[in-house]
């Protein structure tokens, strides 16, 4: 395989390490590509770099994707309010997409023939990967070394060592995957049903204990200002969360179903990505429609689902992101929210937008549009439906 072009999914973990010195022995030139989708700092960049080329990279590139996460996905999570089973805001699932798609692009742009990853047989990745590359790229054949070998951290290692590698690859306690919108924890208690995450797995202790107030503020939806300071929508997430995981904010663990059909279970922490799907959906409550609101709920449902199992070059995704565009068109104002130790508080909102104008009544309290003849011919009507048939089936 001499020359030929190869490009891997690299993290700088065992897995991509294995598969980069094992596939540049055989002959590969192997491009070695990172993707920053918010969880790399500039010294974590040139560790893995170093690394990379201590494996036998022909080239490494740490290509930084922030803009295009934001703009492709993050973007349409927050217009969507979308959480996964109600609990997960898609922090790695959402990353993944956005990862396979820059290096597919890659690949294609030096003409390799081939694209490697390093997932195993067992977890979601080796989908969302596989669907991207084929999908864009069914041209460029697959390598998964540690999946078609069934390779276990044991085989690896003992590999490595006969390359004169001799890192120490212990398996750290708790493994962490940070990102722009969120970081997943998994360890062993994330493997039962039972057990809760300790306070030490969590990456952010708490240090704030004092309460403190934020206004965010939207426009169109977009995150576009903190307390008066308005800045481009990435930088004020990641100040957002800077503030709130002091308060040690958006501890969950997920529990949901796996595209490869069984059950699964993930710690998470995701302070800014939970307080702005929450602040933004109570905006909305006040903007939008109750018909609008309705519909929103069933499409960014079904729109997360499609992007946490990677379908999402589908082209339904694209209707539905047109429909999330639409929707927001209103949806701009102030939202004060409230940090205290471990959780937030919505305290309300202020928007020319907002559709609970006193003008029109107040809710239990006084009617300005309407008589109470009015009122009870509405009720008259609206019951008409149920009497009828109640009058015909007067069992039930």
Do not use: C
């Not at 294609?108 to 390093?118: L, N, Q, S, T, V």
């Not at 952010?204 to 300071?229: C, D, H, M, R, S």
């Not at 519909?295 to 946490?308: D, R, S, T």
Request: net charge negative; aromatic share 10%; proline share 3%.
């Amino acid at each position: 395989m001499k020359n030929e072009a190869l490009v891997l999914a690299y993290s700088g973990g065992l897995d991509t390490s294995y598969s980069l010195r094992k596939l540049s022995k055989e002959g590969y030139d192997v491009h070695a590509i990172s993707v920053n989708t918010g969880g790399f700092s500039d010294d974590e960049i040139k560790t893995i770099e170093t690394k990379a080329y201590q494996m036998g990279a022909f080239t490494y590139q740490n290509i930084n994707a922030l803009d295009s996460f934001y703009q492709k996905i993050v973007k349409y999570l927050l217009f969507g309010n979308v959480l996964k089973n109600n609990t997960y805001p898609l922090s790695v699932s959402a990353e993944r997409i956005i990862q396979a798609i820059e290096i597919v692009q890659y690949a294609k742009k030096i003409g390799a023939k081939y694209i490697a990853h390093g997932s195993t047989g067992a977890g979601n990745d080796q989908v969302r990967f596989d669907l991207i590359f084929q999908v864009m790229a069914p041209e460029i054949k697959i390598i998964t070394l540690i999946r078609d070998n069934q390779l276990s951290r044991e085989d690896e290692i003992a590999y490595l060592k006969t390359q004169k590698i001799d890192i120490p690859w212990e398996k750290a306690q708790y493994s962490i995957n940070q990102g722009l919108w969120g970081t997943s924890v998994g360890g062993a208690e994330t493997l039962s049903s039972h057990l809760p995450l300790p306070e030490s797995a969590y990456p952010n202790p708490l240090k704030a204990k004092e309460p403190t107030t934020l206004t965010l503020e939207f426009e169109q939806g977009e995150f576009v200002g903190i307390n008066g300071y308005r800045s481009d929508a990435i930088t004020l997430i990641q100040e957002l969360q800077d503030t709130a995981k002091q308060y040690a904010i958006g501890r969950d663990i997920h529990v949901g179903d796996t595209i490869i059909g069984i059950k699964g279970r993930v710690g998470f922490e995701a302070a800014a990505p939970l307080i702005l799907i929450k602040a933004h959906h109570l905006l909305e409550k006040h903007t939008l429609s109750k018909w609008q609101q309705f519909q929103k709920e069933q499409m960014a449902n079904f729109y997360g689902m499609q992007l946490h199992e990677g379908q999402y070059l589908d082209p339904v995704m694209r209707d539905i992101e047109a429909f999330l565009e639409s929707s927001q068109a209103r949806v701009s104002g102030i939202v004060s929210v409230k940090l205290h130790p471990y959780r937030f508080e919505l305290l309300g909102i202020k928007s020319p937008f907002d559709l609970m104008q006193a003008e029109f009544g107040s809710y239990g309290e006084i009617n300005k549009g309407w008589t109470a003849e009015d009122a009870k011919g509405f009720i008259k009507l609206t019951a008409n439906a149920t009497k009828i048939y109640q009058h015909l089936n007067p069992k039930t």
